[in-house]
């Protein structure tokens, strides 16, 4: 993936790393523009860990431009602090996101690449600030940017495996079905819980 910088509306900056197949690799009519928020404590390298591992095999696979950014106050993007009163850090995301982030990489990216729309893909604490973006896009009369859809990843409600033993039906003195696994009528040998 190759690296990027704009200077945004506000005058702050965003960078990260995108994935623009050329055209002509095309086979699919719509074309997302998908942006990738990475987690806490990353930045926009956790979308093109390594040459095997990156958001931009599929990319060019699929012919569908991917764009992580390194998220405000996170790289080299600019500083969303100080967070002011009645507001937290994903608002301010968020905000940012919206009214800054996305417009850019739209005009930049998706008009010119023939993308029909943005699809936010949140990981963990990036979903956060994804999710204040999409609510404040759907308050626009005129979007500065279409957006598709939100892919989050990596953020719920539910307890670690790794942590926390999930209640379980003992088949036999090495077997066991997991509650969330019955329905899909699947045992797991219970050594393998113990990794």
Known sequence: MQPFKYILSNNGTVTGVHSIPPKSVRSIEHCPLIVGLHGGTYDSQYFDATPKVSASLASVAFGVPFIAIDRPSYGGTSSI?????????????????????????????????GCNCIVLLG??????????????????????????GLIASGMGNTSSLKTDMPSFVPIDSSHLVLRFWRRANVSMPYHLLQR
Request: net charge negative; charged share 10%; with cysteine.
């Open 81 to 113: 602090l100080p967070i002011p009163d009645q507001s937290d850090f994903p608002q301010e995301t968020g905000r940012w996101l919206h009214h800054y982030i996305l417009p850019k990489l739209w005009t930049e990216v998706g008009v010119p690449n």
């Open 123 to 148: 990981h963990s604490l990036g979903v956060m600030g994804a999710i204040v973006a999409c609510a404040l896009h759907t308050q626009d009369n005129i979007p500065l940017y279409p957006l598709g």
